[in-house]
Nanobody, 120 residues
Framework: QVQLVESGGGLVQAGGSLRLSCAAS????????MGWYRQAPGKQRELVAS???????NYADSVKDRFTISRDNAKNTVYLQMNSLKPEDTAVYYC??????????????WGQGTQVTVSS
């Protein structure tokens, strides 16, 4: 069993910054990829950023040059540094991880979500 615990959401004014963290624990042989998704009211969940085990990153066009994803492999933790926040960044942010728990088993896991609200 694997658990993802998120932290760092909150309320911030436009132009401000927040840092999200997501720590994975449990039966972890290898973390293949970790990422952040978000879902605004009435919208579909969308990928914000992801980072592979080798360090390759991928960003949504809407957050490029403002958000930075990073990971600490020793702590099984992924971070999302969000700068120059805009009201349209307001959403529930979810951590996602693709984790190999056994040689024959790789699964996707989700965190509980953390609210990010950006006021104008």
């Amino acid at each position: 069993q694997v658990q993802l615990v998120e932290s760092g959401g909150g309320l911030v004014q436009a132009g401000g910054s927040l840092r999200l963290s997501c720590a994975a624990s449990g039966s972890i042989l290898k973390i293949v990829e970790m990422g952040w998704y978000r879902q605004a009211p009435g919208k579909q969940r969308e990928l914000v950023a992801s980072i592979a085990s080798g360090g390759t990153t991928n960003y949504a066009d809407s957050v490029k040059d403002r958000f930075t994803i990073s990971r600490d492999n020793a702590k099984n933790t992924v971070y999302l540094q969000m700068n120059s926040l805009k009201p349209e960044d307001t959403a529930v942010y979810y951590c996602n991880a693709r984790i190999q728990s056994f040689p024959w088993r790789t699964s996707d896991y989700w965190g509980q979500g953390t609210q990010v609200t950006v006021s104008s």
